[in-house]
């Protein structure tokens, strides 16, 4: 089961955070199809926030088709977005792992792995870069 951690100073609506989290988990196949998320008394319980806010979450999943209500049992899963490279357990994540602690001995804080990565993110997907290209300039 998912647990969902609310950054209060973000600048992020918490509802969001609550759908960009479980959307997060549906990626990386730490959710999938038939598990029930924690009901919106577990999630208050765990993070002080309002009830509401959870069900707005909830209702913004199942409006896009991730999750589903079943009345009296919870809110479902109904599908996946994870992608077998993306999975927890990929060889990518590992890579990735190792290649945060190298940027950590090299002295990069969050924030600098953030921005490092962002602008990599932007240069590789941006709306310049065609599907499988890079997003390089040319020059000349």
């Given at each position: 089961?998912v647990?969902?951690?609310?950054?209060r100073?973000?600048?992020?609506?918490t509802?969001?955070?609550?759908?960009?989290?479980?959307?997060?988990a549906?990626?990386?196949?730490?959710?999938e199809?038939?598990?029930?998320?924690?009901t919106?008394?577990?999630?208050?319980a765990?993070?002080?926030?309002n009830?509401?806010?959870v069900?707005?979450?909830?209702r913004?999943?199942e409006?896009?088709?991730?999750?589903?209500?079943?009345?009296?049992?919870?809110t479902?899963?109904?599908?996946?977005l994870?992608?077998?490279?993306?999975a927890a357990?990929?060889?990518?994540r590992?890579?990735?792992?190792?290649?945060?602690?190298r940027?950590?001995?090299?002295?990069?804080?969050?924030?600098?792995?953030?921005?490092l990565?962002?602008?990599?993110?932007e240069?590789c997907?941006?709306?310049?870069?065609a599907?499988?290209?890079?997003?390089h300039k040319?020059?000349g």
């Open positions: 089961m647990e969902y951690r609310i950054d100073r973000s600048g992020i609506a509802y969001l955070q609550i759908v960009q989290q479980t959307k997060q549906l990626r990386l196949g730490l959710l199809p038939g598990d029930r998320l924690p919106a008394k577990e999630v208050v765990a993070t002080a926030i009830p509401n806010t069900l707005k979450a909830y913004e999943l409006r896009e088709g991730l999750v589903e209500p079943r009345p009296g049992l919870g479902f899963v109904r599908r996946s994870a992608r077998p490279g993306a357990d990929s060889p990518l590992a890579e990735l792992a190792d290649w945060t602690d940027a950590r001995a090299a002295g990069l804080d969050r924030e600098d792995v953030t921005a990565v962002a602008s990599v993110l240069e997907f941006g709306e310049t870069a599907p499988g290209e890079r997003g040319e020059n």
